[in-house]
């Protein structure tokens, strides 16, 4: 097809999902994992192992500096500190097992307290496309969820102090709603009653008028608190992890548009979002992980089927076509 290269560029302000989609050429699993508990995360981060950009003392990116001092970005330096737990994993390496406590301790020491709900950790900066949704400061379900993964990790595999009970603080925020500044939106039937039995599902971009529920970030929630559910006996992480399976069995075959994938299921765009090939590449691992951790026949299925039309030349020029549509409909302003 002539013309430019529908992924040569990006609408400003249009996500496309945490920067490990966008910095790795093919997604992959981490080499480390253990089903039963937590060890090696499940993504492949060792390239995140040493930052390519600034950094500081300690090996942890930086994402910007200001007269007040470095800015961090709390989802890169989870990346950072998995990295380097499975460069760890795999060769033992002081330098490596310093470099994950670092990132650990740095998420302990730079938790903000929500008076009486959970501990999170603030993003840099707003995404253009949900000015006015979402406010300076505000935390992302997606990346909450890495760092919360650390935390579980610095307390299983070290016995750091403090990890553990800044984990299950930090599981909080996914048991709170969206309507409270958590990342919990109630979605089907019984998510009208609210309660224990309601579905749910985990947003990455928490706006309470906004539902975008992408995909990468609900599995990364639920990754995350099945892991703790690991590591601690408690009803309410259990009921939590049964809830957002089930809000995700609700709504997986609404991602799936017959070719290809949806990358979230926000109705404010003009048009379907749908994933890059890359993300395409990563839903099919997450799925097929989130399948054998939960035994839901389903998410493997489903991850089977995008797998398949990330191989298939005709649907992903297709799918190329109308992202890049979707990026010229988007490209001047965020629809209201």
Not at 243 to 261: K, P, S, T
Request: negative net charge.
């Amino acid at each position: 097809m002539a013309g430019p290269c529908p992924a040569s560029r990006e609408a400003p302000g249009v996500p496309t999902g945490p920067s490990v989609e966008r910095d790795m050429p093919r997604p992959t699993a981490g080499r480390h994992i253990d089903r039963n508990s937590p060890r090696g995360y499940y993504l492949g981060y060792a390239g995140h192992a040493d930052p390519l950009g600034r950094h500081d003392e300690a090996g942890l990116p930086v994402h910007s500096r200001t007269e007040a001092g470095a800015v961090y970005s709390p989802g890169d330096v989870a990346r950072t500190a998995l990295g380097n737990l499975e460069l760890y994993l795999a060769n033992g390496s002081p330098l490596r097992r310093g470099r994950f406590e670092e990132g650990a301790r740095w998420l302990m020491a730079n938790a903000e307290e929500v008076p009486g709900s959970f501990i999170g950790w603030a993003m840099p900066g707003v995404p253009g496309a949900f000015e006015g949704g979402l406010r300076e400061g505000w935390f992302s379900g997606g990346a909450h969820a890495e760092c919360l993964a650390v935390l579980v990790r610095a307390s299983s595999l070290l016995r750091m102090p403090g990890a553990l009970e800044a984990a299950r603080r930090a599981a909080g925020a996914f048991a709170t709603s969206v309507t409270e500044g958590g990342f919990l939106r109630e979605v089907g039937d019984g998510g009208h009653e609210g309660g224990l039995e309601s579905l749910a599902v985990f947003e990455e971009y928490p706006i309470p008028d906004r539902p975008s529920m992408t995909l990468s970030g609900h599995v990364r929630a639920l990754w995350a608190i099945h892991d703790l559910s690991k590591l601690v006996r408690d009803d309410s992480v259990t009921s939590l992890l049964d809830r957002g399976v089930r809000g995700l069995l609700f709504v997986i075959d609404r991602y799936d548009v017959g070719y290809w994938a949806r990358y979230d299921l926000d109705e404010t765009w003009r048009g379907t979002n749908l994933a890059s090939p890359q993300e395409l590449e990563l839903l099919s691992l997450q799925l097929g992980s989130l399948g054998e951790l939960t035994g839901v026949d389903e998410f493997s299925e489903t991850g089977r089927r995008f797998a398949g039309y990330a191989t298939d030349s005709a649907g992903r020029r297709r799918a190329l076509w109308n992202r890049f549509r979707f990026r010229l409909r988007n490209w001047e302003s965020v629809p209201e």
